[in-house]
């Protein structure tokens, strides 16, 4: 099973970057984990006729996913423009072959809701582009505690134990909608 995680925050010392470390180095046996670098994508824009490699790069990541991870940041009580900037440019594909119907999970460092704010926002998108997200449990992170490290590597055992339990049923979330 091949988990692709979206990281909007493109800081090198990101807390939801080290969300989503922690993720791969300790997803469930039999899934491959791999991180999209979304830094390179340009905004989306109908006018460009030829996708930029990196928007190439994230399609080919897509297809090859059976389930998305995404590791939200919240801006202004809503989603980061890179991380919906990449979901735009997957969503804009004749037909939506790169999301639709595909499982996901959300989980968030920011302020002191973690992303709540941010999360709902973007299970409204997912609505949209026939996403399905797993509902329970959720990873909601305080980015400014001890929970992270001086390089956004989470260190919380209690956060680390609610993304192993996050990843665990999007693994059973993702074979049910295999069905």
Not at 88 to 107: C, F, H, V
Not at 144 to 151: C, E, I, K
Request: proline share 4%; charged share 15%; with cysteine.
């Amino acid at each position: 099973m091949k988990f692709l995680a979206i990281c909007g925050s493109l800081r090198k010392k990101s807390t939801n970057m080290g969300l989503l470390r922690y993720a791969q180095a300790n997803a469930p046996e039999g899934v491959e984990f791999i991180i999209a670098d979304i830094s390179e994508i340009p905004f989306y824009n109908a006018d460009l006729t030829e996708k930029a490699a990196s928007v190439l790069k994230l399609f080919e990541q897509l297809a090859a996913a059976d389930a998305v991870v995404f590791g939200c940041p919240e801006y202004n009580y809503s989603l980061a423009p890179a991380l919906k900037n990449a979901i735009d440019w997957a969503s804009r594909e004749q037909g939506n072959p790169l999301l639709t119907g595909k499982p996901a999970a959300i989980m968030g460092a920011g302020g002191g809701m973690g992303t709540s704010r941010a999360q709902y926002h973007l299970r409204q998108v997912c609505v949209y582009v026939n996403l399905h997200p797993i509902n329970t449990p959720e990873v909601f992170a305080n980015a400014f505690t001890n929970s992270f490290d001086g390089d956004g590597n989470l260190v919380d055992a209690k956060i680390q134990g609610n993304i192993v339990a996050q990843l665990e049923a999007l693994v059973t979330w993702t074979k049910q909608l295999q069905k």
